[in-house]
């Protein structure tokens, strides 16, 4: 570990979490250089999807390379671009009535969160843009201006303009309806809230700790920018790409965002983002928007491949199945330690356990990672133990990566209640 303690920057973060050095992956499972093995329920942030090294993908890639396949091309016109473009078409586009135009950015989630940022204000001349509390959108500029977590932000940065942060589904409460409290500050010209070019969302907020937006909330959100000339932006990065059951999470919604972001498991474990919107909002100018790696032909032959996985509805079908599982086991688990008062939130296959109450998640999480769990935590305050497994993890590895987690809190609760003990002894 010297090496990274010694020369890389402070900065570094997962790597403090889960201080093993990772050599090899296949499937839901990492390999250190010791050949101990993990069970991944972290999966690259929701990169992995399609798990470590799936051979659909990597026996494609390694032939694209033996072949000479070109690698970078900018955005100059290459056949695996071609396939990427046909397959995203015929498979996911087309099947579910969607008329999107394609916008390749640079790589990550966030340059792909710019790029719609961008787009809807210069399309719809307003610089405003309504985002959520607790969303996360990306680290870069613009897009940090539209994540809550404070912990990224620093008033020098400077990097709040243009953005308005409005409460989530459920977020003042069960009882209010937060569209409807919305609405009065666009009714209302002295809300101080300019009418924004865009407002935009996650359907499930990953980082902000697996917060569920209700299906009615998603409509009404939809029929709110529709009355008030906005844009829908569906930040689908991290909850897209199946996560939540369907290709797209807002699809059991019915609705139809004007722009999507995509990123993170489209490029099949490579870096690859996207930019999905309403034809008519396409009115770049050639060459406008542009970026050096845009061209990633080796994560569009990953994302052609991977995208085979939603040729039919097995792959659907196996995540409702095992996000049942999820559901029911993690639910046994929060019915066992009932005196930990811990919220179980989730949908398909993302799942989390707030322990905002008794603030044992940071626990859970090294100590699952010293029974060789990779686990993450999101939320405000790190209070909520997030389950993210690869979807092509299998039954057998899903419920043993869930008993690691009951063993870990019945031995933290053991311990404490030693402690306690000792203490009042
Ligand atoms: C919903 C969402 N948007 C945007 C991003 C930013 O993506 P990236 O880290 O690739 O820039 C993330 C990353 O976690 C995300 O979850």
């Known amino acids: 570990m010297r090496i990274f303690e010694e020369l890389e920057s402070e900065v570094r973060g997962y790597v403090r979490a889960f201080p093993a050095i990772f050599d090899t992956a296949k499937g839901a499972f990492l390999f250190d250089e010791q050949g101990n093995r993990y069970i991944d329920f972290f999966a690259g942030a929701g990169t992995l999807n399609y798990g470590h090294n799936n051979p ?8 694209y390379l033996q072949r000479d396949g070109i690698v970078h091309a900018l955005d100059k016109a290459t056949v695996a671009k071609r396939k990427f473009m046909e397959k995203l078409y015929d498979t996911i586009l087309k099947p579910r009535g969607l008329d999107y135009k394609i916008q390749f950015t640079g790589p990550t989630g966030t340059n792909a969160v710019e790029t719609a940022l961008k787009l809807a ?29 404070d912990f990224y932000r620093d008033e020098s940065y400077g990097a709040r303009n243009n953005a308005d942060s409005l409460p989530f589904d459920g977020y003042l409460g069960p009882d209010v309806n937060t569209i409807d409290y919305l609405r009065k500050f666009l009714v209302d010209q002295s809300s101080g809230i300019d009418m924004p070019a865009a407002i935009i969302t996650e359907t499930v907020q990953g980082e902000g700790g697996i917060n569920v937006a209700s299906l009615e909330w998603l ?20 909850m897209g790409n199946g996560r939540t059951g369907t290709f797209f999470s807002f699809e059991e919604a019915g609705i139809k965002p004007d722009m999507v972001t995509v990123s993170k498991s489209i490029g099949g474990g490579l870096p690859m983002a996207i930019l999905l919107m309403r034809p008519e909002l396409d ?22 491949h991977a995208l085979t996985y939603w040729d039919n509805d097995d792959f659907a079908d196996a995540i409702k199945y095992k996000g049942k599982i999820m559901e ?3 639910g046994k688990i929060v019915e066992k330690y009932s005196e930990l008062e811990i919220e179980l939130r989730g949908r398909g296959m993302v799942w989390g356990l707030d322990f905002e109450r008794t603030g044992f998640a940071g626990d859970i999480s090294s100590e699952a990672f010293a029974n060789n769990l990779v686990i993450e935590l999101a939320g405000a305050d790190d209070n909520v133990v997030k389950f993210l497994p690869p979807l092509i993890i299998d039954e057998e590895t899903l419920r043993e990566g869930i008993a690691i987690i009951d063993q870990v809190i019945g031995d933290l609760l053991h311990r404490r209640q030693q402690v306690l003990k000792g203490s009042t002894a």
């Open 219 to 238: 409509q009404q959100l939809e029929q709110l920018c529709r009355e008030f000339d906005i844009l829908l932006i569906v930040d689908d990065i991290q």
């Open 283 to 304: 009115q770049w100018k050639p060459g406008e928007h542009t970026g050096t790696f845009r061209g990633n032909n080796l994560a569009f032959v990953a994302a052609t």
């Open 56 to 63: 659909i993908i990597s026996n494609a890639l390694i032939e």
């Open 121 to 149: 204000r210069m399309v719809k001349r307003r610089s405003n843009v309504i985002a959520f509390t607790n969303g996360y959108h990306g680290l870069t500029m613009g897009a940090l201006a539209v994540t809550g977590n």
């Open 328 to 330: 029911e086991e993690l």
